[in-house]
């Protein structure tokens, strides 16, 4: 464990002298010390107290020690810590001045301080664990309760009266020693555990917390201090992540109307730090104090306003829901702080615009498709959660076959004006139970896509143009690819007749009729499979092409600002690392998404390249049946 060099470096350890020594028997011990360690022969004693390190005996070292004892103040230290009753070496006499020999009594002062100090020096070579903990709690008691009893100062000013030391310790000097003991003599145990939470050993270090709390009788004032001591540099961390977190996201927030897609990014960056860095240290100071601690209140509130600070800027990204939701959260969390006015200020502010986004959703730059033929197409099914104050309500746009509700596109609030015509009134995240139903219909869509395929036996066949979707390249992002034969501009249907008498080429139509058929078959199955893959890689695709947009948007302002270094410009360095930070982050993203959805992806470019052999077969088929 920790000694703290004031502690080892004892002017009466290294001298070997009682506590109790005089004025002349202090320079007479360093006349025969410097004379012993000249001669080599000042090795260690069981008298050094192993436990408190070796023992400096060096030249320097002893003029030191006497220098120290030349001082009121470090003299008065230097006893306390030291014991009165100790045995010297063999060599030496025993020391036994008239206050000493009054103090060997059993009850003496002198005897329950040397106790007490032996009791303090024992629990520096205890572990750490309840056990240890628990003996360094007793020992500072024990000690507490001697330096507290007026007998030990008496003993230590009738030290300094029979010593004949000069200058002479002050009253004020005794007192200031007296009230900061307890303290001084714990100080192994708080840098023991300031040195567990630097090593992320939290249960050792609050601990140790745990054990200040338990001796808060025997003074509040070095409790607290040294309970502040250990947990300063916790709290100092989250104050520290949460200006960055704030100064990185005013830096990046555009604030214009115009902007809101574009704040997105930086405001998601920010809440994700925020759960992954602030969070975690916010918890470890939680740990380390009692919740009502300042401490505790002051790293609450810097997250809290941290927090509202990131839901001001969700505002500028157009999200007022998300905006509320962070804002209760800080507001929860910034309990019984100043903060917590600000941040129900500004949570009232946002309420309305929440709710509103709540009712109505975004914004909608276009209609949905509300047509079907045969029963087949999208439609407009359920109404819930009414709107009184605008007669609306809620209701899900869904693909449909037989007019029953296959596969859910989206949630629109509107008002209905009769006769199957409706007012948007916005967009809506799909519910719960939509996502679910998108799971179970894609069963349902296959069978659809692939029911009407089986049969070929049609009196009429059409042409096929390339397949409108953009297959997916190595990277994510879309290619498109070169387009085959387009017979769109034949007739949907080719009436070949009926013939009343053989007609030449009358079994070279029959055939191509009947490949034409099979392949339509295999067409259409390919692209019900196709249909599906794009309806489960849409997301990855589009996640893809953002990232791709924000790595070549970095990657010209990290250009822009090489060019600016090169030039002999100055710039931000630390902005510049931040960016080449965000574009290697953004580029393991990008690996990451494509390397989970590779396989999918090769399978629909296989069945891409299929389709387009097919629909060329088949559109050459088609022209040699004319």
Request: hydrophobic share 40%.
């Amino acid at each position: 464990m920790f000694v703290p060099e004031w502690m080892r470096a004892n002017a009466y350890r290294i001298l070997r002298l009682s506590a109790s020594a005089t004025s002349s028997e202090v320079h007479k011990a360093a006349a025969s010390m410097r004379r012993a360690a000249l001669l080599g022969v000042a090795g260690p004693s069981e008298g050094d107290v192993p436990a408190l390190g070796e023992v400096p005996r060096t030249e320097a070292d002893i003029r030191t020690a006497v220098g120290r004892l030349g001082n009121p103040a470090h003299r008065l230290t230097d006893r306390l810590f030291w014991f009165h009753m100790r045995r010297q070496p063999q060599e030496a006499n025993p020391i036994a001045s008239p206050s000493q020999a009054a103090s060997k009594e059993p009850d003496g002062i002198a005897v329950r301080h040397d106790e007490a100090l032996g009791g303090l020096f024992s629990a520096m070579e205890t572990g750490l664990d309840d056990a240890g903990v628990a003996v360094w709690v007793q020992a500072l008691r024990t000690w507490n309760s001697v330096i507290t009893d007026d007998d030990c100062w008496a003993l230590s000013l009738a030290i300094e009266e029979e010593g004949a030391f000069e200058p002479a310790a002050l009253p004020s000097e005794v007192e200031a020693l007296r009230e900061a003991a307890v303290g001084l003599a714990a100080e192994p145990l708080v840098v023991a555990a300031r040195d567990a939470l630097s090593c992320e050993d939290i249960a050792t270090a609050s601990r140790i917390m745990r054990a200040l709390d338990e001796l808060a009788d025997t003074g509040i004032f070095w409790t607290a201090i040294a309970q502040r001591d250990i947990a300063s540099p916790a709290a100092e961390r989250v104050r520290a992540l949460c200006l960055t977190i704030y100064e990185e996201l005013k830096s990046n927030i555009v604030q214009s109307q115009d902007a809101g897609a574009a704040n997105k990014y930086p405001c998601d960056a920010a809440i994700k730090r925020f759960r992954s860095e602030v969070e975690p240290a916010l918890s470890k100071v939680l740990r380390l104090v009692h919740p009502d601690h300042e401490l505790a209140q002051q790293s609450r509130e810097e997250a809290a306003l941290c927090l509202s600070c990131i839901a001001t800027n969700y505002t500028w990204a157009d999200d007022f829901i998300t905006a509320e939701n962070l804002r209760e959260e800080a507001l929860k969390l910034a309990r019984d702080t100043l903060g917590a006015i600000r941040i129900e200020d500004g949570l009232t502010q946002i309420r309305e615009s929440a709710r509103k986004q709540r009712v109505f959703g975004e914004p909608i730059t276009s209609l949905p498709s509300l047509t079907t033929f045969n029963g087949f197409g999208c439609m407009l099914y359920g109404d819930s959660d009414h709107d009184p104050e605008t007669s609306s309500y809620t209701t899900t746009h869904y693909v449909v076959a037989l007019f029953l509700p296959i596969f859910p596109l989206a949630r629109y609030r509107v008002i209905s004006a009769g006769g199957g015509q409706y007012r948007f009134l916005g967009k809506l995240p799909l519910s719960k139970g939509d996502r679910w139903h998108i799971g179970t219909s894609m069963t349902i869509i296959a069978a659809l896509f692939l029911g009407p395929m089986i049969s070929s036996n049609q009196d009429s066949v059409s042409s096929y143009a390339p397949h409108s979707t953009s297959n997916y390249g190595s990277e994510g992002a879309p290619q498109q690819r070169d387009k085959v034969e387009d017979a769109s501009t034949s007739p949907a249907r080719h009436d070949l007749g009926e013939a009343t008498a053989p007609v030449p080429g009358t079994t070279a139509i029959s055939s191509n009729r009947s490949q034409l058929g099979e392949l339509k078959a295999r067409i259409d199955s390919g692209r019900a499979k196709l249909g599906l893959l794009h309806i489960q890689l849409k997301p990855v695709i589009d996640e893809l092409t953002n990232i791709k947009g924000r790595i070549e948007a970095l990657s010209a302002e990290l250009k822009s600002l090489d060019d600016r270094q090169k030039a002999g410009l100055e710039i931000d360095i630390d902005d510049y690392n931040a960016k080449v930070k965000s574009h290697n982050s953004l580029v393991n993203k990008q690996r990451a998404l494509i390397a989970a959805n590779r396989d999918e992806m090769q399978t629909y470019n296989d069945l891409d390249e299929k389709d387009s052999a097919m629909v060329e077969q088949y559109n050459s088929l088609l022209r040699s049946a004319r």
